[in-house]
C-alpha cells in the first residue's frame, strides 16, 4: 500500500559506492563529452572571453583519448616520476563524477551539484525534449530540476529556457543571475545508458523519436526512420546521483528515451532505490520501433527486485506508460508534479487519488 504524506521519505544511502576505478575506462569519452557540451557555451557573451581555453580543451581531447587507451589497467595516468610535479595521488584518480561534474555543473566546495540549499525535492528528466518540467518550476521553490537530452535540436532550446529562468524577476540592485532561480535547474548534454561511452545517436525523422537504439527493420512508423547519426556521449544515472547533495532527500525520475528506457534504469544500479517515484515507455505488443526496446514484462521484472511495484498507465496503441513507486513506503509529491498541466500529471493524479481518494485537485 503507497501512501502520499508531507513527511520527507529518508534518503537511503550507498556505503558500497566508490568510483575511483572509473576514472582511467571512463577518459576515453570525455573528450566526446566535451566536443558535445562546451561549443554551446560560446552561445552566452559572458563565456567568449574564455573561448581559448576551451579550444585547449577541445584540442586536448585526442590526447584524453590516447592517453586512456595506454592506461587501462591502472587507476593512475602517472608515473612516479611525474606526480609530485603535476598533481597528487589523489587528484590524478578523481572519478568520472569529478570531471563531468566540474566541467558541465557548478559544483559547491563538498564537490556537489550546486543546488538551492533550501530546495529539498529534485526532479530528473531523461531525453527531456521540450520538458513542461521546465515551464512549470518557477511555480515550485522547493524542487530543483536537471535536464538530460543528447540532441542539438533540443539541448539548445532547453539550454537557452534554462538560462532565461536563471534571471527571472532579477531583484533590483543585485547580480543580473536570480540568487533563486540560478541554482534551480541545470542541464547536460549526454544520453543515459547501462555502459558508458561515446555511442552513436540516431536521429530519426521525428524529432521525438530518435534513440541511442538503431530502428528495427520491420518498423514501419515513419517517425522513427532514422536520417543521420551523431556522436553523443553516454553516462551511467549514478553518476549524476553520485554528485547530489545530501540536503536533497526527495527524488523523482521521468524517462523517454524511446526504447532504451530500461538500460537508463539499469544505469542508476542500486541508487535506483532512491527515487520515489520512476516514469519510464515501454512496448507491451511485439510491434517494436527499436533494436532492444524496453518491454513492460521486462521492466517490471527488473524494478519488482528493487523494491517497486508498478502501476501501467497511460496505453498507447504499443507502447505503455509506467509508474513505479516504492512499495510500503511513504511518497512525497512536490509541487511541481500536482501541476495539472504538465503532460504526466495523469499519473501523478492517480497515484495520488489511490492514496487519497479526498485529495483535492492538483495545483495549477
Not at 234 to 256: A, F, G, Q, S, T
Request: contains cysteine; glycine residues 6%; proline residues 6%.
Amino acid at each position: 500500500m503507497v501512501r502520499l504524506m508531507e513527511k520527507k521519505r529518508p534518503r537511503e544511502e550507498n556505503p558500497n559506492n566508490d568510483n575511483s576505478s572509473f576514472f582511467p575506462r571512463s577518459l576515453w569519452f570525455l573528450g566526446g563529452l566535451l566536443a558535445g557540451a562546451l561549443p554551446n557555451l560560446f552561445v552566452s557573451g559572458a563565456c567568449r572571453q574564455y573561448g581559448p581555453e576551451f579550444l585547449k580543451l577541445l584540442q586536448s581531447a585526442d590526447y584524453i583519448r590516447t592517453l586512456s587507451s595506454e592506461n587501462t589497467t591502472t587507476s593512475s595516468p602517472q608515473t612516479e616520476s611525474t606526480t609530485t610535479d603535476m598533481h597528487t595521488e589523489k587528484d590524478s584518480q578523481k572519478s568520472v563524477d569529478d570531471w563531468v561534474g566540474s566541467l558541465l555543473f557548478p559544483l559547491n566546495k563538498h564537490g556537489k551539484l550546486d543546488l538551492h540549499p533550501s530546495m529539498p525535492n529534485l526532479m530528473i528528466d531523461i531525453r527531456a525534449r521540450e520538458s513542461d518540467y521546465l515551464a512549470w518550476l518557477h511555480k515550485d521553490n522547493t524542487t530543483c530540476l536537471i535536464l538530460v537530452d543528447p540532441l542539438p535540436d533540443s539541448y539548445i532550446p532547453l539550454a537557452m529556457k534554462v538560462a532565461e529562468h536563471a534571471v527571472l524577476n532579477i531583484p533590483k540592485g543585485q547580480s543580473w543571475l536570480n540568487p533563486q532561480y540560478k541554482h534551480q535547474a541545470l542541464i547536460i548534454r549526454a544520453a543515459m545508458g547501462e555502459t558508458e561511452g561515446v555511442y552513436d545517436f540516431n536521429v530519426a525523422r521525428g524529432p521525438a523519436c530518435g534513440s541511442i537504439l538503431k530502428t528495427a527493420r520491420n518498423n514501419s512508423f515513419w517517425c522513427f526512420d532514422s536520417k543521420d547519426t551523431i556522436k553523443t556521449a553516454v553516462l551511467r544515472l549514478e553518476r549524476i546521483l553520485d554528485l547530489v547533495p545530501p540536503h536533497i532527500d526527495n527524488l523523482h525520475l521521468k524517462v523517454d528515451a524511446e526504447g532504451a528506457d530500461l538500460t537508463v534504469l539499469k544505469g542508476a544500479g542500486d541508487q535506483i532505490k532512491k527515487f520515489g517515484t520512476v516514469i519510464i515507455e515501454c512496448a507491451y505488443s511485439n510491434v517494436t520501433r527499436h533494436e532492444g526496446d524496453c518491454h513492460v514484462h521486462d521492466a517490471v521484472k527488473y524494478m519488482d527486485q528493487y523494491g517497486f511495484e508498478a502501476h501501467i498507465l497511460g496505453k498507447g496503441k504499443n507502447q505503455a506508460n509506467i509508474l513505479f513507486v516504492p512499495r510500503q513506503s511513504t511518497i512525497v509529491l512536490p509541487p511541481l508534479l500536482r501541476v495539472h498541466r504538465l503532460a504526466m500529471s495523469g499519473l501523478y493524479r492517480k497515484l495520488y487519488q489511490q492514496a487519497d481518494p479526498s485529495s483535492a485537485r492538483p495545483s495549477d
